[in-house]
């Protein structure tokens, strides 16, 4: 899965990333056991992520009945069936969430966007210094596809995580597309059999491997630094009768 620059910075490494958690989320349209081209990219920062000793958790939201709504638990606003309870736990307890996409119709799927929706049902909720719950996590995310717009869907996917709160390090998005039109994606066999359509794409390679050690890096800071500091992003600043105190403020 990797080529040899991949393994060789992994080999190299001399960073500890052993208490990290990292969750990544296939939003693929086909539900398991279909193969998904989406899984097989996401599956090449999946390995950079093991060889350096991360907690990994996956999960194919498709897999699971995930009603639409912006509440934290939509039965109790009347779904029959919510499973997103028991994925916000492996959501909350991860430093690092990498999205993971197909373009439909030059958009994220259907799949990412109630993702994004489930995430907003949190966004109000704050965590032990005051900020929102996210504040200390980083997202990235990776895109799969047969026609253009990579980047589109990342702006999208990238510009929701960082407004809920979490911090998006540089070039945490990657992704592949074949020629316009139908044809084949990323992962399938060529038709030569010598191997697998976009393995050998460098450029993907590339921002792959960028992403995942970025994610990698900016989750080590924000851990050895306590998360992001709370001076000036806190939810009570703005509470009815909040007031500085003199000489040392500090927030109640």
């Not at 090449?44 to 907690?55: D, M, R, T, Y």
């Not at 309870?85 to 993971?100: E, H, N, R, T």
């Not at 050895?224 to 500085?244: H, Q, S």
């Amino acid at each position: 899965m990797l080529d040899d620059t991949q393994e060789q910075l992994c080999k190299d490494n001399t960073t500890d990333f052993s208490d990290l958690k990292a969750l990544t989320i296939n939003c693929t349209l086909k539900p398991s056991p279909q193969g998904s081209h989406t899984d097989k990219l996401l599956g090449l920062a999946e390995a950079i992520l093991v060889k350096n000793s991360v907690a990994l958790e996956t999960v194919r939201l498709v897999d699971h009945a995930i009603a639409p709504g912006v509440y934290p638990d939509m039965s109790e606003q009347g779904a029959e069936q919510d499973d997103w309870p028991s994925i916000w736990k492996k959501v909350q307890g991860a430093d690092i969430l990498i999205v993971g996409t197909p373009i439909w119709l030059g958009e994220k799927s259907s799949v990412c966007q109630r993702l994004i929706e489930r995430l907003y049902a949190h966004s109000g909720q704050t965590n032990d210094k005051g900020q929102y719950t996210f504040y200390g996590k980083v997202g990235g995310c990776i895109v799969t596809g047969n026609e253009d717009g990579i980047k589109h869907v990342g702006m999208g996917v990238l510009y929701s995580l960082q407004h809920v709160g979490y911090t998006i390090p540089p070039q945490a998005d990657a992704g592949w597309i074949g020629e316009a039109g139908p044809g084949p994606s990323y992962g399938d066999a060529k038709e030569d059999g010598s191997g697998y359509v976009g393995f050998d794409n460098d450029f993907t390679r590339r921002n792959t491997t960028f992403m995942t050690w970025n994610l990698m890096h900016f989750a080590r800071m924000l851990k050895d630094a306590g998360g992001i500091p709370a001076w000036g992003n806190t939810v009570d600043l703005w509470k009815e009768g909040y007031r500085f105190d003199a000489p040392n403020p500090e927030y109640r």
